[in-house]
């Protein structure tokens, strides 16, 4: 065993308070920041946030912060010492003293990687859910948060009591106009506490919205003891990536922001068109190659197109079904990102599991596939390789895979899944069950035949036929 790796030298002071310390913000949001400060300096360290497991701080912690990004390539393997962050915090264990942190004024931004679910919204309408347990405890208990909106919102209200200017909040998730929506999710709950704060809040804060793309799959055992091989220490929080990096951002940062360009970073007036085109072509597919490639029995995404009907599903998905209904974002060849992406997939250094994908579907359904849907049936087509997508989802939450295996389903709506599987027996009635879940599908789809009956059809051919010749029927 080697020695555990440390920090050489001081930590940056802290500019920036990131809330959601796993692998995707170690291999994009850090890294940035790392590259930022290197090429233009900046007291731009980043104290990073957990909401609820201690597990980052465990890894970090010991280390000051510094971790390994290793940079997956089709030629090999390339190791980076990232410094960027200097400490990670426990919020459940003290969350009065994330609050200060964010309050204070050296902080001028306050970034997320919280996951669709981080939001507590609704994802059919993309508004507070005021029911969710933790906004509710919030808006009960608001010096101890839990929540992200909870969070943002009490350090907010004590900025502006301190007379503070406020921080960025900077999203980087995956989700729609993802600073309009935390902006509403932010104004929302301040409105539920306090009028006049809200008045503030919505007067004063900067919300920019936000591409990100990198393929950054959990991080394993195996790679802890290959990455300790390489670099001669034992590192306990590394993170592999590929080399692919695309971060669009609306220019709008008050309080001034790192050179993120150095970092690979553009920044325009408008992100939504990017957005679009990422969710629906990269996120959209990634998760129809996760339900109907973990049905036939692929446990990764590169197992997956490596078996040609899964990569012609790709192709047939995008050219007929998903570009049509993409704006033309500034910059860019949709159909070469389109070649780009089966690219990225097939990089067989990225073991991006299924299942791994497949977690949270009620969550990212919305934004990646039913949104192409709903725009493709006003146009008067049904997008049949989506709704295939869809029934793939709904036979994957069954729970059961095409083995009779049992499948390990993580969703935060998990029970409402299972009671509507439950509540009905032929498979039309478990469609329809599942279809009657408004968070996820509104009430607009279930309503149209073209659809249901698409879904249903998908969805009996996956249960009599399997995934992998249900997706050869669709191809032929
Ligand atoms: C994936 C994304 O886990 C998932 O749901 O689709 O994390 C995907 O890898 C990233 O969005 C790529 O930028």
Redesign the pocket.
């Known amino acids: 065993m080697h020695d555990r790796l440390k920090r050489d030298g001081d930590a940056p002071k802290v500019g920036i308070v990131h809330l959601g310390p796993g692998a995707?913000f170690r291999a994009?949001i850090a890294v940035c920041t790392d590259a930022a400060m290197t090429a233009s300096g900046g007291d731009w360290g980043i104290l990073a946030v957990s909401l609820k497991s201690p597990t980052a701080r465990d890894q970090l912690g010991p280390q000051g912060g510094v971790f390994t990004a290793v940079e997956l390539g089709p030629d090999g393997e390339t190791p980076r010492t990232i410094g960027s962050v200097t400490d990670v915090l426990v919020a459940p264990e003290d969350p009065a003293a994330v609050v200060a942190a964010m309050a204070d004024p050296t902080v001028k931004i306050v970034s997320l990687t919280v996951t669709e679910k981080g939001y507590c919204h609704n994802p059919a309408t993309g508004k507070l859910n005021l029911d969710h347990p933790d906004i509710a405890h919030d808006l009960a208990a608001p010096d101890a948060p839990r929540s992200a909106p909870g969070m943002i919102v009490a350090a907010l209200e004590a900025r502006r009591a301190a007379g503070t200017p406020p921080f960025t909040v900077l999203s980087c998730d995956?989700l729609p106009s993802n600073g309009p929506l935390v902006r509403g999710m932010v104004l929302d709950f301040a409105h539920a506490r306090d009028a006049a704060l809200a008045a503030w809040i919505d007067d004063n804060v900067s919300f920019p919205a936000t591409m990100?793309?990198?393929?950054?799959?959990a991080t394993t055992g195996e790679d802890l003891d290959r990455i300790e091989t390489m670099i001669g220490f034992r590192d306990e929080g590394p993170v592999v990536h590929e080399p692919?990096i695309?971060w669009v951002i609306e220019d709008d940062f008050p309080q001034g922001r790192p050179d993120w360009a150095a970092g690979g970073a553009q920044f325009v007036n408008s992100v939504e068109a990017h957005e679009t085109m990422?969710?629906r072509c990269?996120?959209g597919t990634?998760?129809t190659l996760?339900y109907l490639g973990y049905l036939a029995g692929h446990q990764t995404i590169a197992d997956t197109v490596a078996d040609a009907p899964f990569a012609a599903l790709c192709q047939r998905l995008w050219r007929d079904e998903i570009l049509p209904t993409v704006p033309q974002p500034e910059g860019e060849d949709l159909p070469a990102y389109c070649t780009a992406l089966l690219e990225r997939y097939r990089n067989p250094a990225i073991r991006?599991r299924t299942w791994?994908?497949?977690?949270?579907g009620s969550q990212?359904l919305p934004q990646?596939i039913l949104g192409t849907i709903r725009d493709t049936l006003a146009e008067g087509r049904v997008p049949e390789g989506l709704c295939l997508a869809v029934a793939g989802w709904m036979r994957y939450v069954g729970g059961v895979d095409e083995n009779g295996e049992e499948i390990d389903v993580r969703d935060p709506l998990a029970k409402e899944l299972r009671a509507a599987l439950d509540a009905a027996d032929s498979p039309k009635d478990k469609v329809a069950s599942l279809l009657g879940i408004e968070a996820v599908f509104g009430d607009d789809l279930p309503r149209d035949q073209r659809f249901r009956d698409a879904v249903t059809a998908a969805y009996r051919s996956l249960v009599a036929n399997g995934s992998r010749a249900t997706v050869e029927a669709y191809l032929a």
Do not use: G
């Open positions: 995707f994009f995956n990100v793309d990198r393929i950054t799959p692919f695309q990422k969710l990269l996120n990634h998760s996760a991006h791994q994908i497949a977690m949270d990212k990646r």
